[in-house]
């Protein structure tokens, strides 16, 4: 199956005035892919979302996350995520890692979820490479997607070499690194490129992961912003450009909750 590239992402989207709204401007201006998880709290307005514009599913490719302790029994709780949002998923990522016994209870039961039709392929979410590993030998084919934090500011290298080897999407969250890419700290090394070349400094960064091989996950507030990033997938950057981004430090993690386990 073939993962698309720009997403929206959804996280702390939980306004329950704004979040439909944003979500069915999306769609209208051309979003198709929607990263959600149980964890954000916000299916039943991404469902006002897709529902005001469609009632149904159509072309959408949307994604969510079980959380931990939902691992033990993916089926009953897949099925609530599908409740809760009004329809059947693409792809479901375990969110986090936890014990590999754990691990193993879901993608043992892969194919009792892919056959219920609930959710058409399975991805992981923040793994540590001596786990992913130890899955794909085991599960081989398996696993579709990776979801991990990957932006300019942060060598992901390994992971990334690591998906493509084995032909698994590499899916880049908080690509913006949580907006720290917005500080002038940074942009005043892209200001001259984009003032020659046009695009904004948001979407040099998306470009920047999407020349990488990554699918995109950018979160915005406004439709402005929404538009402004979609249209990263028409920007090409040039040598020039690269070597500047490839020279950012490269060892800023913002999302490392204290249980977070890396390698
Ligand atoms: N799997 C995981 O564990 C995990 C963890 C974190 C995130 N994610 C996914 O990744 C998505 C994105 O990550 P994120 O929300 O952490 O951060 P992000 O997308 O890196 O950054 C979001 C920040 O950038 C700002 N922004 C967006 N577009 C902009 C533009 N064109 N110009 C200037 N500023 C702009 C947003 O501001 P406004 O909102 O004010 O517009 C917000 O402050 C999440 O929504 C979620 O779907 C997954």
């Not at 690591?162 to 899916?171: G, L, M, R, S, Y």
């Amino acid at each position: 199956m073939t993962i698309p590239r720009l997403w929206l992402g959804t996280r702390k989207m939980t306004d329950p005035l704004s979040t439909p709204d944003l979500v069915a401007a999306a769609l209208d201006m051309g979003y198709r892919h929607i990263d959600t998880a149980h964890i954000y709290s916000n299916h039943h307005l991404i469902k006002q979302g897709i529902q005001a514009r469609w009632g149904n599913r159509q072309d959408l490719f949307l994604a969510s996350k079980l959380w931990m302790n939902m691992y033990q029994d993916p089926l009953t709780n897949l099925q609530k995520i599908c409740d809760e949002l009004g329809t059947t998923l693409d792809l479901v990522y375990l969110h986090r890692p936890s014990t590999p016994a754990d691990h193993d209870t879901v993608l043992s039961q892969a194919q009792t979820l892919i056959s219920s039709w609930l959710t058409k392929s399975i991805g992981i979410s923040n793994f540590p490479p001596r786990e992913y590993i130890r899955l794909h030998t085991h599960y081989p084919w398996l696993i579709t997607a990776h979801q991990y934090e990957a932006h300019a500011l942060l060598d992901q290298s390994d992971n990334l070499i690591w998906c493509t080897t084995n032909a698994i999407q590499p899916v880049a969250y908080s690509p913006f690194a949580h907006g720290h890419l917005f500080a002038k700290q940074w942009t005043t090394h892209i200001d001259a490129w984009c003032k020659k070349n046009w695009p904004t400094h948001a979407q040099v960064y998306l470009g920047y992961l999407l020349h990488l091989g990554y699918a995109v996950l950018p979160k915005a507030s406004s439709v402005e912003r929404l538009r402004e990033n979609l249209v990263s997938h028409d920007i090409l950057l040039d040598d020039e450009i690269l070597v500047i981004l490839d020279r950012f430090p490269k060892t800023y993690r913002y999302c490392n909750p204290p249980f977070a386990q890396w390698e």
